[in-house]
């Protein structure tokens, strides 16, 4: 797919009179478009696409497109469907009543290219710098954060369904990668034992079966990861993120001992700011809210608060679920204040080597690309910040 910049075409007379004579008043989306006009443009999003090939759909329509289909809670199938079929929609879009649209899986190769290039805030910070141009976001203004849950999309597991799944990963990405190595050093038993999902309905009651369990596949978990390290012929084994997930979470649920594997009780755990919930995604973590627990992350949400203007979101941190609402204030300011911003930049621009620590959440990164090295110590506490400078004397090294 290839862009080739093109002014953005007036709406068609006849869709303006059949959307007016339909929707007398408009409705949100023809608002949308009379008071702030298309919100983006082809040059918005020319970095995303080469400059030869097929032409692609116009960028400034799919960015359109993707915020009323949010704003709906459309899937793509149902976008695409509202693009032909919905006069209000037509209007937004400039189309002719008789275009046919787009084809749905365009709207997901557009979401992969703002990934890939690092541009998913483009559609945010666009509409962010159109409200400020209108004066509804004012400088020093009252504003207030408050967070909500993000789901993981795995099954939260207990502990034995966790140790047992994560072994069962392991066995199933080496039989991809690497099968012949994986028939050589199996046990046969393992065939069986971790052919099907780890699920607690189908696992022991009794506690002492339980434990017994979870020492053979601790047993057999110890034995794969040193079969993988004494491996010479195919030293990228070791590398694999299943095998790294499998000796994390070993340590996380096992004691270290060379007469076996003994499963740690429930009190030595580490907290769960870093234990590992599910072998597929191990970034996820189970936090609680109030009356709310779940396993995944945490969104926070900036809002102003001013009583003379429109209350409007002015900034998504996501962070790890356990990252306390009080947490993310101090890093917030510093992303929103523009002059702290712009202090850092002057450094940067002005010193020839310079290293960035940030406390507590290190998303302020994301304000600073052409930034080479940047520490971030996750919390603001004195055996974090200790550790940050012995980091930075060579005493340590970073994780």
């Known amino acids: 797919m290839s862009l080739h910049p093109q002014p953005i075409p007036a709406i068609p007379e006849e869709t303006i009179r059949v959307a007016h004579a339909v929707l007398p008043q408009g409705n949100v989306w023809m608002q949308m478009r009379d008071e702030l006009g298309t919100l983006y443009e082809d040059q918005d999003f020319a970095d995303l696409f080469p400059s030869r090939g097929q032409p692609a759909e116009a960028p400034w329509r799919l960015a359109l497109v993707t915020v009323m289909q949010y704003g709906e809670g459309l899937t793509d199938r149902q976008a695409a469907d509202a693009v032909r079929t919905r006069i209000d929609w037509k209007y937004v879009l400039s189309l002719e009543l008789t275009d046919r649209g787009f084809d749905f899986s365009v709207l997901s190769e557009f979401r992969g290219r703002l990934l890939a290039h690092e541009a998913a805030r483009r559609l ?19 504003q207030r954060t408050d967070s909500t849950h993000v789901l993981a999309a795995v099954r939260t597991l207990r502990r034995l369904e966790c140790v047992g799944e994560t072994m069962r990963h392991a066995l199933n990405v080496l039989s991809e990668v690497a099968p012949q190595w ?13 052919e099907k999902r780890f699920s607690d309905f189908r696992l022991p009651k009794e506690e002492k079966k339980r434990a017994e369990l979870a020492e053979t596949i601790g047993s057999d978990g110890r034995r794969l990861f ?6 010479s012929r195919l030293p990228w084994l070791r590398e694999l993120e299943a095998i790294e997930t499998l000796r994390r979470v070993w340590m996380q649920h096992y004691h270290a001992s060379e007469q076996g594997t003994p499963w740690r ?26 009356s709310t627990a779940w396993t995944g992350y945490k969104v926070h949400f900036t809002e102003t608060c001013e009583a003379d203007a429109p209350h409007l979101i002015v900034e998504v941190t996501p962070t790890s679920a356990t990252m306390a609402d009080g947490d993310i204030v101090d890093e917030l300011h510093a992303h929103l204040d523009e002059q702290q911003a712009e202090l850092v930049r002057y450094f940067i621009s002005s010193i020839r080597r310079i290293i960035v620590i940030a406390v507590r959440n290190p998303y302020d990164l994301q304000a600073f690309p052409q930034l080479r090295t940047y520490l971030a110590t996750y919390e603001y506490t004195r055996p974090a910040l200790v550790a940050a400078v012995r980091v930075l004397f060579g005493e340590r090294q970073a994780l």
Do not use: N
């Open 124 to 142: 945010f910070d666009r509409l962010l710098s159109l409200c400020r141009e209108r004066g509804w976001i004012k400088a020093r203004g009252k």
């Open 182 to 194: 994986l028939l050589e050093h199996m046990d046969p038993a393992w065939a069986e034992r971790y």
């Open 226 to 231: 040193e079969q993988v390290c004494a491996e």
């Open 265 to 290: 009780a429930d009190g030595e755990l580490p907290p769960s700011a870093v234990l590992i919930t599910s072998p597929y995604d191990v970034e996820a973590r189970y936090s609680r809210k109030k």
